[in-house]
């Protein structure tokens, strides 16, 4: 009797469990779907920036944690693993994402309008970290050999990123 009691209650368990299990699953694919757009960690497009006003905070201090929207110029055809937004003076910036935890879709981006959140600053590019985006991107081998000097710009690392 203790036994079939027992088993009962472990049947009934196992049926709670495998249905809350199926009821996550779904709950995880609706927000997956009502946020397709979204790459990285999910977060809210408030206080969003332009690039200039990023610009402008980034020349007042060493780094600025923002939520910033742009227009993507140029993105990695290889792993999706970075992309170039338009500057205020037709510069870009470079924008990578934290730690590798994320990826964009690898078609082409261009044009397209982004919201992204995480931290700006200057840094300085070597000569192999450009030649390497460059090859990323497809540039041609005289292209890659033209760059010989590292240079200063300002780059973002976002922990997500809105494609709209």
Request: glycine share 4%.
């Amino acid at each position: 009797m203790i036994r079939t009691f027992f088993t009962a209650v472990l049947c009934g368990l196992l049926f709670v469990s495998c249905n809350q299990q199926q009821n996550t699953t779904s709950e995880q694919s609706a927000t997956q779907a009502t946020e397709a757009n979204v790459y990285g960690a999910s977060f809210d497009a408030e206080n969003v920036i332009s690039v200039t006003q990023l610009q402008d905070a980034v020349a007042a201090t060493d780094s600025v944690s923002a939520t910033v929207t742009a227009e993507i110029v140029e993105s990695c055809q290889s792993k999706g693993c970075w992309m170039d937004v338009r500057l205020a003076d037709n510069s870009t910036m470079k924008v990578t994402f934290r730690d590798y935890g994320f990826f964009l879709p690898v078609e082409d981006l261009k044009g397209k309008t982004v919201v992204f959140t995480g931290t700006a600053k200057r840094e300085v590019i070597s000569v192999d970290d450009q030649r390497h985006y460059a090859e990323d991107a497809g540039k041609s081998a005289e292209e890659i050999a033209a760059i010989t000097e590292p240079r200063e710009e300002l780059r973002f690392v976002a922990d997500g990123v809105k494609l709209q």
